[in-house]
């Protein structure tokens, strides 16, 4: 090695000493027309140890032929010597490169080089299939490639160095030239090749000779050195004469000879590429920034405009027509949030795109819009934007990454400006966007503009529904007004804005925006500064916006921040609300004296930092039209005090319009007074003791505020009181705090609990301004964390006043919240807030009231972020905090423990995770394992019988199948007689037969765990033997027992009774055992009620053959005489679903307790004092039997769906659906169990479904189709009647819903949204209208429905097998094709004119509101059909069956030696006829362009967007059965099925055996349809297969699916036409 870098130097120093040679000679300078500049030497070369430097040396140069020879016998002694190859020739490419530029010395070292390259290139040949291991050995080397090597030449490129640049790219075009040769073995087109690349093709080994990315990155590099030049040296004339070519023309015309050696277009290795167009394209493709620049020269503008156009038509291809695709909070799946437009993937091709183009994408102001007007939690939206945020920066640094940065002295670096073309990325942001303060800056921005937006939207739309042009006539009054309060007669409007005020509360309470701008930005909605006379002002001014920054004057820091400053200085604030004051709006039929009295208010709310009261009417004259309504204010708070003072609590209580509106305009007036005075009404200062319960809880009796009231008082006013009862009376370390005769609050000892009306009040306040009391709610539930991790210690101890607050709450959350709960931020991890409570918990009534609670948090859960939470051990709570807080990634990780111990809340959540697989997938969450989910529920298996198995998905059968115990042994009979006979002890159990030391011994007996069970199966006998029971020795036993385990008890205890009547050979329960079963559950109370319904459904047992099952279930449910009669006065109480409203539901709570009272501690039969004595009595205000019933009867609702018994499931729901009035979610719950049973036999019916609905739905809360309403009242019974007219009204609703469009109901009297149910409009929309669609699909099925009914007498046979469970499925999917609803559905989408009712919305809104739609029904329903027609638009489609026109491959050379016209010419393509196909589906809408195949394109992507992965297998299925059926005829067929995988690509490539089975099917029909195209050849392809190419190319770039899976798809490739198969080849074996 020494002795080569020593001769070296001695060449180098040669080509300096003698310049005799200035005629160039040899191949390599021998073409070079102009003569070089003669250079001076100052220093001399030598080597160093950092290779070669300049240092004084001396050196003897022989002829050029012994040096030629010396070289290369130095070097081939180097590599034996076992130096590594790329150190050895970065030595030789070194003294090469410092060779002076004029010597005839530099063809030396060409000629050494080139000869070098070829003895390399024969030994990687050679040793190319060689294991590395082995290479390595053999030769003492590393595992080298000659791309490595081959890379080195392209430091030879230098911009001073014309020469040297030239032979260079001659040097390497010879050796890329001799790479292909060897690698095909032939050097035409026409010839087959036998080199080794080709044989290399099934292999795909990744050890290509030259690979792509190789010739890319000297592709970057050489480019990137013209792009430096292109600004300066083309203005540079030759030496020799203007005529002459300049020396970059001469660069730029022999790089293009080296980019056509390796796309395949030069003479010797023509059709033989080593990089495809495409990746040159992107390599060649400086950026928007530089192209746009001006700065580069017109060869090279002209080929980065076709590599730009290039990118924009494959953008075309990869991204959907219409991607404005609405976020839906709680509907959209997760990977909804992040956007197809987001993704880094695409970035590069979306960059390409026009405006236009990428308008129909996403964009953060969009998904905020939408998750405001939708109330999704604060937190959401912050997530949100976050994602949003994310995604857009990796974006923007696979843009940067991509692009060219000048280096020129007067080039911009715009990439580090954040001036990207396409990104939205605004100057200086780049450095900026890093640090938290420009994050919150984007977010105001974002937040503000929506909120404007949505502001101004919602006064346009008032000022639609009102008449502010007639006056009011004061004679003809309302029954909502009087002389002092105007309210109009409908006013159902303001709940907008109420929201709205809640909102914009809480973002100016947290400082995410500031007062300042909101003020300046409702005054430029009014008054917009582009004009100075303000046209249309008169229009756009409404008491609205002033109404709105009222709200927020009551935030202290902001009345005694800018406002007070503005007040003490110019005034300017003031004087613009003056301007937006409309005086018309005060006098007009539809006044409303809370608005219009909103400029009045915030005088009189500011007067004390009003400088100049008497003088402000001189300082801004327009107030005296305002100034006339200002004693109306004082007459309210005159009347509101004077009430006060007299303790008359009308205005306080809010049962009238009229009083309600009084009191709201009072606390807009003044600070605190109304809260307070609330506060003071409902805890009085007097002491007026009353009893809930029992003695030990008590509480002070005070008022009951109306909703509405709590709903129209000032926001700030809401939230002081809110904060008032939380400081006072939900402080859990002291108990409530009282406050009498002016001394400091503290505890009262003889008030224990909460007043129910003020517990009341706290779930009103959350309802109703949920957004600015979210603190609040954080800080509960990190209490409640704190006190379960308590908890988990085992020995927790909590005073009385901690279990009364824990009680207290968890009903309040139970009973009351969970609509809250349901579409709250974080609820999927809240079972991680009571999880160690439900093992460890002693108090028995706590634990009733924690397992009720658990079991209706699961069952809100309809989101994977429950499956995500049960994998979460590391979970440590929601951080409090005012500001949006998100959870952090997640790790899943098994817990070491299960969930549950108690068997019925494990069954309920593996029938939830279930119902979640089953509605939603898991396909988009990788990493999430639902076998460890399942596993992680129970320590115990679980067996289920083939009747549930028949309805779960397929994923949890497989997990049950694997895991099934076998059936569990249960307490025989006979065993039972046994014990009872065998053990002396259980003569405890009896009356005058037992002592203390037989009771000890029975005690000791039982204590064990797998003796528990036995227990209830005693006494059972014994009660049957009618031997009178000791029940204060049953009571201290079962106290012994963990309360977690008495329903697995309870199911022992059924299973012992089925089995004991089984064994005397009766068919049914005989009457003794109903009546013994009605004493236990409701005299002795030694099981509860909601635990034997669920231990007969429990899932275990067929109901189908289990008669005697079913039975019990009929009598518990129907025939028990006790629980009939507290059915029956339930019904006579007549409980409210609107219980927000009914002010006596805590009368009517307290007369059902009287009458029917509960014992938590099985002390309903004893008789004496208790021992133990009873623990601590807690206050109940919600709950009794019948609540708990709910949550188990919804459980068991399935299991009797199941059992196929029509009349058992009518009459339950016929009798128990008052039950459901005081469900929390019963719709929601209507449409799962719709959804999951669609395909039930049972409810085939009729009469089923109907009572189904009816028990369900409160039809007075729901605003239903009129259809609809027919049926539930029984006027209709089929679905004849819904044809085009009902679909095209679903449509318009749904298509209204996301399109953010304010309406009035069709119904009346519907509840405040706030209130309802689901008080997302969107997600309400589609709820109700599933329900409706899943009606008649059930009535669609019912005339064939009877025989599927299973018949004990026939013995038809049961599917019990998952070939048969399968079976069915593809019955139910074929039954589903045949649903004239969906054929209908698609047709009315698909083309516009087919409507009866055209509406408002023509454009994508009715296929997007399609798309979300068939997402939330079952797949076979809607989703399916429609990916299915994807078939009949390929194959129907004329615009789709023709032959694109022939396109010419491009040649650089060509390009270079003719003229710019002909790149742009492409010599024979012809213009491409089915752009309309892949144009934006607006674009075409707008400009007459329409076609069947571009909207149906929209819509698939709309259904794939919103859709999981069973849609991705349909649509598999559906492209592997046209690459079958060889029906397929056109490249322009297959470039639509391009289009049709391309924007799911970011979501395929996480599925591999799916991915690649689309790859595969689409390679498939390209070797099909390439015989059918005429001029394939050498010299052309056509326009639609180089979009395929390209395609594949991007693909494999972007989305590779891995070197298996392209060995997998190798056969599909060698097929292929010559040419096409070494472009992919190329590509793939990298």
């Known amino acids: 090695m020494n002795e080569l ?72 002694e180097a590599l034996a010597q076992g130096a590594k190859a790329a150190d050895v020739l970065r030595i030789v490419v070194d003294a090469v490169r410092n060779i002076h530029d004029g010597s005839a010395v530099l063809d030396i070292g060409f000629r050494v080089l080139y000869e070098i390259y070829q003895q390399r290139l024969q030994y990687h040949s050679v040793n190319r299939y060689r294991t590395d291991a082995a290479d390595a050995q053999e030769n003492n080397t590393g595992a080298e490639t000659f791309g490595e090597e081959y890379l080195l030449l392209a430091q030879l490129f230098e911009l001073h160095r014309p020469r040297t640049w030239v032979a260079t790219v001659r040097l390497m075009s010879m050796v890329t030239k001799s790479a292909i040769r060897i690698m095909y073995g032939s050097t035409t087109a026409s010839d087959a090749g036998g080199g080794t690349h080709a044989a290399s093709l099934s292999e795909i080994s990744g050890r290509n000779l030259l690979p792509e990315n190789v010739c890319r990155e000297c592709i970057r590099q050489v480019w990137r050195l013209l792009l430096d030049s292109a600004a300066t040296e083309p203005v540079q004339a030759s030496v020799l004469g203007a005529a002459r070519r300049t020396r970059w023309q001469i660069r730029f015309e022999a790089t293009m000879e080296l980019f056509d050696s390796m796309v395949g277009r030069a003479e010797q290795c023509l059709g033989r590429p080593l990089v495809s167009y495409y990746m040159i394209s992107r390599e060649l493709d400086p950026g928007a920034a530089v192209a746009e620049s001006g700065m580069l020269t017109g060869e090279m503008q002209c080929i980065v405009d076709l590599c730009f ?180 007669r409908n006013f159902s409007y303001w709940e907008y804005m109420n929201e709205v005020a809640d909102q914009l509360y809480y973002f100016v309470l947290t400082d995410t ?162 809260p307070n005075a609330l506060y003071t009404y409902l805890v009085p200062a007097r002491e007026k003791v009353q009893r809930l319960q029992s003695e030990a809880t008590t509480y002070l009796q005070g008022g009951n505020i109306g909703y509405r009231l709590l709903d129209y008082i000032n926001v700030g006013g809401k939230h002081r009181l809110l904060q008032l009862i939380y400081k006072m009376m939900l402080a859990h370390e002291q108990g409530p705090q009282f406050q009498f005769d002016g001394r400091q609050p503290s505890a009262r000892s003889g008030i224990t609990c909460v007043s129910p009306h003020v517990v009341d009040t706290v779930y009103m306040l959350l ?13 509960v539930l990190e209490k409640l964390r704190r006190s379960d991790k308590a908890m988990a210690q085992g020995n927790a101890r909590f005073s009385p006043a901690n279990l009364r607050w ?72 929601v951080p409090l905090t005012p500001h949006p807080s998100t959870l952090g990634a997640i790790r899943y990780s098994k817990p070491k423990d299960a969930w549950f111990e108690c068997g ?46 028949r309805y779960l998905p397929r994923a949890v059968r497989a997990y049950y199948a694997r895991r099934a115990p076998q059936a569990c042994p249960r307490a025989a009979p006979a065993a039972i007689r046994q014990l009872v006979d065998a053990r002396s002890e259980h003569a405890a159990l009896l ?76 068919t049914g329960p005989s009457a003794s055992t109903k009546q013994l079963l009605n004493d236990f559950m409701f005299r002795l109370q030694l099981v509860h009620h909601e635990h034997v319904v669920f231990a007969l459904t429990r899932g275990e047992h067929d109901l189908r053959t289990d008669q005697m099952r079913l039975g019990l279930t009929r009598y518990v449910l129907l025939e028990s005489q006790q629980f009939s009669e507290r059915l029956d006065e339930w019904h006579r109480l007549d409980f409210q679903g609107r219980y927000w409203a009914d002010f006596t539901h805590w009368q009517k709570q307290q007369a059902y307790m009287a009458r029917f009272p509960e014992y938590f501690e099985f002390e309903a039969a004893v008789e004496g004092p208790l021992e133990p004595p009873p623990a601590l009595s807690l206050p109940v205000y919600y709950e009794n039997a019948m609540v708990r019933l709910l949550p188990i009867l919804e459980f068991a609702l399935g299991r009797m769906i199941e059992a196929e018994d029509r009349e058992l499931l009518r009459d339950v729901l016929d009798r128990m659906g008052i039950l459901y009035r005081l469900h929390q979610v019963p719709l929601t719950t209507l449409m799962n169990t719709l959804f999951i049973y669609f395909n039930a036999p049972t409810l085939h019916e009729a009469t089923v479904v109907r009572s189904l609905n009816r028990a369900l739905l409160d039809m007075s809360q729901q605003n239903f189709s009129r259809e609809f309403e027919q049926f539930m009242s029984g006027d209709i019974n089929d679905c004849s009647h819904i044809g085009a007219p009902y679909v095209g009204r679903i449509m318009e609703r749904i298509a209204r819903a996301i399109s953010r469009h304010l309406t009035t109901a069709d119904k009346q009297n519907l509840p405040e949204i706030h209130y309802r149910e689901i008080p997302n409009p969107i997600l309400l929309v589609l709820t109700e209208c599933v329900v409706e669609l899943l009606t008649w699909w059930c009535l669609h099925c019912a005339p064939s429905s009877d025989t599927r009914l299973y018949n004990p007498a026939t013995g038809k046979p049961l599917p019990k097998t998952e070939a048969e469970f399968r079976a069915e499925e593809q019955q139910r999917r074929k039954r589903a094709a045949e649903w004239p609803l969906a054929k209908l559905w698609l047709k009315l989408t698909m083309d516009p004119a087919q409507r009866p009712e055209p509406g408002l919305y023509t454009g994508a809104a009715y296929i997007h509101s399609t798309g979300v739609l068939a997402n939330v029904l079952p797949d076979e329903l809607l989703a399916f059909p429609i990916i299915e027609h994807l078939s009949h638009i390929v194959l129907q489609e004329p615009i789709l069956k023709t032959i694109s026109g022939p396109k010419r491959y491009f040649s650089f050379v060509e390009f270079a030696r003719t003229s710019r016209l002909h790149a742009d010419d492409s010599g024979a393509s012809t213009q491409f006829a089915a752009t309309s196909v892949f144009n934006s589906f607006e674009q075409n809408r707008l400009h007459n362009m329409a076609n069947p195949a571009n909207t149906y394109l929209t819509l698939l992507h709309s259904v794939l967007h919103y859709g999981g992965i069973a849609t991705f297998n349909t649509l598999s299925d559906t492209i592997h059965e046209l690459a079958s059926g060889g029906e397929l005829c056109s490249d322009i067929q297959l470039l639509y099925l391009c289009a049709t995988v391309g924007p799911i690509l970011y979501r395929l490539v996480d599925h591999n055996s799916l991915y690649v089975q689309i790859l595969g099917d689409l390679l498939s029909i390209l070797v099909q349809i390439c015989p059918r195209i005429s001029h394939l050849d050498s010299a052309f392809s056509t326009d639609a297969i180089e979009q395929i190419m390209d395609f594949i190319c991007f693909v494999k770039d972007q989305f590779d699916p891995g070197r298996a899976a392209w060995r997998r798809l190798a056969p599909h490739i060698a097929a292929l036409p010559t040419l096409l198969k070494y472009q992919l080849q190329c590509v793939v074996d990298q």
């Open 904 to 949: 019925m809340l494990s069954r309920n959540a593996a029938v939830v995770i279930a119902r979640i697989e089953t509605m939603r997938g898991l396909g988009d969450v990788p990493g999430l394992a639902l076998d460890d989910c399942l596993d992680s529920l129970s320590p115990q298996p679980q067996l289920w019988a083939p009747a549930v198995l």
């Open 991 to 1066: 009356q005058q037969t037992g002592d203390a030391q037989t009771e000890a011994a029975l005690t000791a007996f039982y204590a064990a765990r797998e003796h528990q069970a036995l227990f209830l199966c005693v006494v059972w006998m014994l009660c049957e033997q009618q031997k009178p029971l000791a029940m204060a020795v049953v009571r201290r036993v079962l106290l012994r027992f963990p309360p977690a385990h008495m329903s697995a008890h309870t199911s022992a205890l059924v299973d012992f009774i089925v089995a004991n009547e089984n064994e005397r050979g009766l």
């Open 309 to 488: 156009g290039r990118k924009r038509r494959l953008g075309r291809i990869l991204l959907p027509p219409d991607g404005s695709w609405p976020l839906i909070s709680h509907a959209s799946r997760a990977h909804t949030v992040k956007h197809v437009y987001d993704q880094p993937g695409y970035a590069l091709v979306r960059d390409s795109l026009t405006l236009e183009e990428t308008q129909r994408g996403a964009s953060a102001n969009r998904v905020v819009a939408d998750l405001l007007y939708q109330r999704a939690p604060i937190d959401e939206v912050f997530a949100a934007m976050r994602n949003h945020r994310i995604m857009q920066r990796k974006a923007i640094a696979a843009v940067a990454s991509e692009s060219y940065v000048p280096n020129s002295a007067n080039g911009v670096n715009m990439i580090g400006a954040g001036i990207v073309g396409g990104t939205g990325v605004a100057a200086g942001g780049s450095s900026a966007s890093d640090s938290g303060e420009a994050e919150r800056r984007e977010a105001s921005m974002l937040l503000l503009d929506a909120m404007a937006r949505r502001t101004e939207q919602i006064v346009r739309f008032i000022q639609s529904q009102c008449d502010f042009d007639t006056l009011l006539d004061e004679r003809k009054l309302n029954s909502n007004s009087d002389a002092t309060m105007i309210v109009p």
């Open 513 to 674: 925006i500031s007062y300042q701008d909101i003020h300046d930005k409702f005054f430029s909605m009014v008054f917009p500064a582009d004009s100075d006379i303000h046209p249309g002002s008169e229009t756009r001014k409404d008491n609205s916006y002033i109404w709105l920054l009222l709200q927020l004057l009551h935030i202290e820091k902001v009345a005694a921040g800018p406002v007070q400053q503005d007040l003490a200085g110019d005034e300017d604030m003031l004087d613009q609300l003056v301007q937006m004051y409309n005086e018309r709006q005060i006098v007009s039929r539809d006044a409303f004296y809370l608005r219009d009295l909103s400029l009045q208010a915030t005088m009189s709310h500011q007067q004390g930092n009003i400088r100049d009261n008497h003088g402000v009417k001189f300082r801004h004259p327009r107030i005296a039209v305002a100034m006339p309504f200002a004693p109306v204010l004082y007459q309210l708070q005159n009347e509101f005090g004077q009430q006060f003072k007299e303790e008359n609590y009308t205005l306080l209580e809010g049962r009238d319009t009229c009083t309600v509106m009084k009191t709201a305009t009072v606390s807009q007036i003044r600070q605190y007074v109304v």
């Open 767 to 779: 309802y109703n301004a949920p957004y600015s009391n979210e603190l609040m709610m954080k800080e």
């Open 806 to 877: 824990l009680y207290t709450v968890y009903q309040l959350m139970n009973c009351r919240l969970l609509r809250f709960f349901k579409y709250y931020a974080h609820a999927s991890h809240l079972v991680h807030h009571l999880r160690h409570s439900l093992i460890n918990v002693t108090h028995w009534q706590l634990y009733r009231s924690l397992e009720c609670f658990a079991l209706c948090l699961v069952n809100l859960q309809h989101d994977v972020g429950f499956l995500q939470a049960l994998m979460n051990p590391a979970y440590h709570g």
């Open 5 to 76: 870098v020593e001769y070296l130097v001695g060449v180098v120093e040669s080509s300096y000493e003698d310049l005799a040679h200035l005629v160039p000679c040899g191949s390599f300078l021998g073409l070079f027309d102009e003569r070089p500049v003669k250079r001076i030497r100052k220093t001399a070369l030598q080597a160093n140890a950092n290779g070669l430097g300049w240092q004084n040396a001396l050196f003897e140069f022989d002829t050029s032929e012994a040096t030629f020879r010396a070289i290369l016998q130095l070097t081939q």
